[in-house]
């Protein structure tokens, strides 16, 4: 089979004009970043929050910015936080950065989201939260949970990292625990230079809103005019005018592109001949889409003879040399081994889908 004549990407931004005319009007604007939340960032906030109908909405400056203070202000030091170790590696920073020990839970093999029943099992007396990660952009069980947290009374963090657009329980992510958090960024379903936000819920959603502005801006608190205390340690995780700007065009835009992914999803798990791959889940936003192959140096290898771009989304957290552990994850190491992630973007053509399949169907046949 003849290589395409440009290599189709993995992951690819769409925009247009909208977004260029937004990102100039704000450079024009001179004012390109305020670490108080106003002007497009706030307009952001305000957006979002329509969007996912959430309580509160804080926006920062990544998707690892917003799970470092979601945790920072549970207090978690010196407690034990569970999280799957099939995630990108902030999720799990995330738990040290505020002196939390991660506690490994093994994932569901249909969908590479927490297991439920390992992360009860694995429940202690010092544990204080859990991170469920919407693998893929396949909402979590979060009812099963929830649940579980309730009877431990435990803290529940989502990673919406994957998940901008998806739904659980006809309810659009953002919604589904005390506090929730996103990750844009240019692969992303929303698509900025940079940026993040948490959505808040439940009776402390001011609170803890007043408490994270304060931290996204170095502790900042108090401020009145040019003047202002510091009444916490905090950090330089403000959002940026600019990706604010890019941001609000790109969120009119997701109901439209998230439809165009699951489209491209559905044609993969209908026409791929290969059994394990992930499944179609209509409340998925499908930030990626993978598949399961035994010799994967190979495929990969292959694939990109064939010009195609592929990846391995992830590694096993509990393996890597930082965070080795004794615990056996078996599921997680299994997937973790095999996974290849392959082009999923609306900027993709049906051409491309045809070649994408024809390609992957006679390299594993």
């Known amino acids: 089979m003849a290589p395409m004549k ?51 909405c804080v926006a920062v400056n990544s998707g690892s910015a917003a799970l470092h203070l979601a945790l920072d202000v549970l207090e ?5 936080v569970l999280v799957p170790a099939l995630t990108f590696i902030a999720t799990v920073h995330s738990i040290v950065y505020s002196g939390g020990k991660p506690v490994f839970v093994d ?19 010092k544990t204080k939260a859990a991170i469920p990660v919407h693998f893929g952009g396949i909402p979590c069980n979060m009812n099963e949970i929830k649940n579980i947290s309730k009877q431990h009374d435990l803290h529940i963090v989502t990673d ?16 589904e625990a005390e506090m929730v958090c996103f990750s844009y960024h240019p692969v992303k379903n929303i698509a900025m230079p940079k940026g993040g936000a948490i959505t808040i819920n439940g009776n ?15 502790g900042i608190g108090n401020r009145k005019g040019s003047f202002y205390d510091i009444v916490s340690l905090g950090y330089n995780y403000y959002m940026d005018e600019i990706s604010a700007a890019i941001g609000i065009e790109q969120l009119k835009k997701i109901e439209i592109s998230n439809n165009i992914r699951k489209k491209i999803a559905k044609r993969y798990n209908q026409e791929l001949k ?74 993709l053509t049906n051409n491309e889908i045809d070649y994408i399949l024809k390609t992957i169907n006679q390299l594993v046949k």
Not at 110 to 125: A, F, Q, S, V, Y
Not at 204 to 218: A, D, M, V
């Open 274 to 347: 290969i059994e394990e791959k992930m499944p179609f889940c209509k409340n998925s936003s499908y930030h990626l889409y993978w598949i399961r192959v035994k010799n994967r140096t190979r495929f990969m290898k292959s694939m990109s003879a064939n010009g195609i771009e592929v990846g391995s989304h992830y590694s096993a957290a509990h393996l890597m040399s930082l965070y080795k552990s004794n615990v056996k994850l078996s599921v997680t190491e299994q997937m973790a081994s095999e996974i290849v992630t392959i082009p999923m973007h609306p900027n």
């Open 107 to 125: 994932v569901d093999p249909e969908t590479g989201c927490l297991d439920p029943n390992d992360m009860e099992g694995k429940i202690t007396r």
């Open 204 to 218: 402390k959603g001011k609170q803890l809103r007043n408490k994270l502005n304060s931290l996204r801006w170095c």
């Open 6 to 56: 440009k290599t189709i990407k993995l992951f690819s931004p769409k925009f247009d004009n909208k977004e260029i005319t937004a990102a100039v009007n704000a450079l024009k604007s001179s004012h390109w970043a305020s670490g108080d939340g106003k002007g497009k960032v706030g307009e952001f906030e305000r957006e979002f929050l329509d969007y996912t109908k959430a309580g509160e």
């Open 76 to 80: 978690i030091k010196n407690h034990e």
């Open 160 to 175: 919406a990292a994957h998940a901008c657009g998806a739904s659980y329980n006809n309810k659009k992510i953002g919604t």
